[in-house]
């Protein structure tokens, strides 16, 4: 079984300051590990994604997320946000042993950036 | 380009009451599944799919029931309403691979008085 733990609820910050969000998961099988955001009314949007390789992943709109495995961790950066970046992030796991992708989701953080 | 269209975006029902939230997809994605979000434990996997005619349980299954006799559809029904069934119910496609990334709709708001 698998678990995501995401400890901050709500993260503010102002804007073009830099920000993380913090993420740590536990599984007895190795896991793909994603971040998702969902602005207001509406669905999940994939940010980012650690599959294999190199273990820093980059979004297109300036997001990084590091998998540090023996600290069982997926932390999500920004060295400078904007309010547009008001959202909820969501980390999540899916085990790599079930050919389909079985998402298991933290409790999400709501990133609240104001002027 | 339409994706995962859920439908309908709000209902009010009263406990005990019966409904369906449709789900329909467009990209031939085999794997469908449903989640519900609450306030405080982020998304739980209700029950999923992983082509037509095959259906499985997730983590919170209990007072929902699935079917799925085409690719493109994967209706979830409450058979009796309950209080505890007020949420917001997201349904999500995606390709075979647990590498590839899952398409949500928009959701649907759902409260059970």
């Known amino acids: 079984a698998q678990s995501v733990t995401q400890l901050d609820s709500q993260v503010p910050v102002f804007e073009e300051a830099p920000v993380e969000l913090r993420c740590n998961y536990s599984s007895s099988v190795s896991v793909y590990l994603f971040w998702y955001v969902q602005y207001p009314n509406q669905g999940l949007q994939l940010l980012l994604k650690y599959l294999s390789g190199s273990t820093l992943v980059e979004s297109i709109n300036g997001f990084e997320a590091e998998f540090n495995k023996s600290q069982t961790s997926f932390h999500l950066r920004k060295p400078s946000v904007h309010i547009s970046d008001t959202a909820e992030y969501f980390c999540?796991?899916?085990?790599?042993?079930?050919?389909?992708?079985?998402?298991?989701f933290g409790t999400g953080t709501r990133l609240l950036v104001s002027p | 380009n339409a994706g995962v269209t859920q439908t309908p975006k709000f209902q009010v029902l009263k406990t005990g009451q019966s409904m369906t939230l449709q789900c329909a997809q467009d990209m031939n994605h085999e794997y469908m599944s449903w989640y519900r979000q609450d306030p405080g434990m982020g998304l739980r996997l209700i029950h999923y799919?992983?082509?037509?005619?095959?259906?499985d349980q997730g983590e919170v299954p209990n007072g929902y029931n699935v079917s799925r006799s085409t690719t493109e559809d994967f209706p979830l029904r409450l058979l009796s309403a309950a209080p505890s069934q007020t949420s917001v119910y997201f349904c999500?496609?995606?390709?075979?691979?647990?590498?590839?990334?899952?398409?949500f709709g928009d959701g649907t708001r759902l409260s059970i008085l």
């Open positions: 999500a496609s995606s390709s075979t691979g647990g590498n590839q990334p899952q398409h």
């Open positions: 999540a796991v899916s085990p790599m042993n079930t050919g389909f992708q079985k998402l298991v």
């Open positions: 799919s992983v082509g037509a005619g095959i259906t």
